[in-house]
């Protein structure tokens, strides 16, 4: 009895060495991990670009992690798909959230998900970052809790004004998605242009997934534009677009760059394509995080960063992240890691491009991070502004015409 004690004694001895050799990585040798929800549309309306973000998200972390991390902290990303989908997106930041326990949820496109998406994130104290248009997503910026890293829609709506004004159109007419989105851009627009003196010659907001609108689009064409502004997504542009054609209207299209691409081109055929104006967001193609962002995305998607926006946003959504997260410090809630938004982002700081440039002179005071997709310089909702490309659908081709500043 008294050699079994001693066999399990020894046994118990050489189970604990074993065990408290791993202790040392979590119990103070290094910060924890920063977790970060990947909650992008890989499937729905935006699936055109949501793989490209989660890519754009994780190689940033990379980047991130390869200089040393942030305040000490590897960075870890989990991903999700919402489905371009407001309860779908709940369901899936709601298992970021409580399963994966993230810090923050990053690249939410759709206004719908984001609008469902950061209520519950700031209740939880997480982080959200999204590229989402809704004018009504400023209101939910509380104090830091939520960035936006694309212009919002009114601002697009305006960008779309200027380009009818500028083209000679008299009489634009408006047709929108039922949601926060299409709301948003096409009520931009007819601010921004009654604002100049003009009058909407007709308006029609309609539903989503209908398996024909040859109503509503005979309801627009009765008000008889010379251009219809569109605040839509690819499938039900493709149909309207169809519908249109086919009731013989030769006037003229101004639309969303997700809308009007290669795909539309190849669904309706050069001539019922010819002549659309695509409207988008640009990126910062001159800056040096452009640069490294184009080099990272080029290795993972074969196709240039430009051909993404949202994903250029997407990088900088984390390296903005990163480097507030390296100015907060290592024990930082994320509240108090948002607070550090502006610090790294707006002037009048040192000017930097990438994380580890920015780390490095953080530790000499206020920096600038310049973003692969802008200037990055939030207002006091969390909102940036930008610059749009406009562009125009010439023999089955955009072509590239005039940039609008934002």
Not at 218 to 242: C, F, H, N, W
């Amino acid at each position: 009895m008294v050699h079994l004690s001693r066999r399990r004694f020894a046994a118990s001895i050489a189970s604990l060495a074993a065990s408290t050799a791993f202790l040392p990585r979590f119990a103070g040798a290094q910060a924890p991990e920063f977790r970060i929800g990947a909650l992008c549309p890989i499937t729905g309306a935006g699936a055109q670009y949501g793989a490209g973000m989660q890519r754009a998200i994780q190689f940033a972390a990379n980047q991130v992690n390869a200089a040393g991390g942030a305040a000490g902290r590897q960075l870890r990303v989990f991903t999700e798909d919402d489905q371009t989908q407001p309860e779908a997106g709940v369901l899936a930041a709601k298992k970021l959230i409580e399963v994966n326990q993230v810090q923050a949820v990053v690249g939410t496109w759709a206004s719908g998900v984001t609008l469902a998406v950061i209520p519950m994130a700031v209740r939880a104290n997480v982080l959200a970052m999204n590229v989402s248009g809704a004018p009504d997503i400023s209101a939910l910026h509380n104090d830091g809790m939520s960035w936006r890293f694309h212009p919002t829609n009114a601002e697009f709506g305006k960008a779309f004004a200027a380009v009818c004004a500028k083209q000679g159109y008299k009489r634009p007419a408006l047709m929108g998605f039922n949601n926060a989105f299409g709301l948003g851009l096409t009520g931009g627009f007819q601010a921004a242009w009654e604002k100049g003196g003009g009058t909407i010659a007709g308006r029609v907001i309609y539903e989503p997934r209908r398996p024909s609108y040859r109503g509503e689009v005979q309801e627009i064409l009765r008000a008889k534009p010379d251009v219809i502004v569109m605040g839509s997504y690819l499938a039900d542009t493709t149909l309207i677009m169809r519908e249109a054609f086919q009731e013989g209207y030769e006037g003229r299209w101004i639309m969303p760059g997700w809308s009007a691409n290669d795909q539309l081109v190849a669904a309706l055929g050069p001539q019922a394509t010819e002549g659309v104006i695509s409207m988008d967001t640009i990126p910062n193609e001159g800056s040096g995080a452009f640069k490294s962002f184009d080099d990272e995305y080029k290795r993972a998607m074969n196709v240039s960063g430009a051909s993404n926006v949202f994903a250029a946003m997407s990088y900088d959504m984390v390296i903005s992240l990163a480097l507030a997260l390296e100015a907060a410090g290592p024990s930082a809630s994320p509240r108090e890691i948002g607070q550090k938004m502006r610090l790294v982002a707006n002037p009048d700081g040192t000017k930097v491009y990438g994380f580890a440039e920015g780390k490095d002179a953080l530790k000499r005071g206020k920096i600038n991070y310049e973003g692969a997709s802008g200037a990055l310089d939030f207002d006091e909702f969390g909102d940036v502004k930008g610059n749009f490309l406009m562009s125009v659908i010439e023999k089955g081709r955009l072509v590239r015409k005039d940039v609008v500043a934002g």
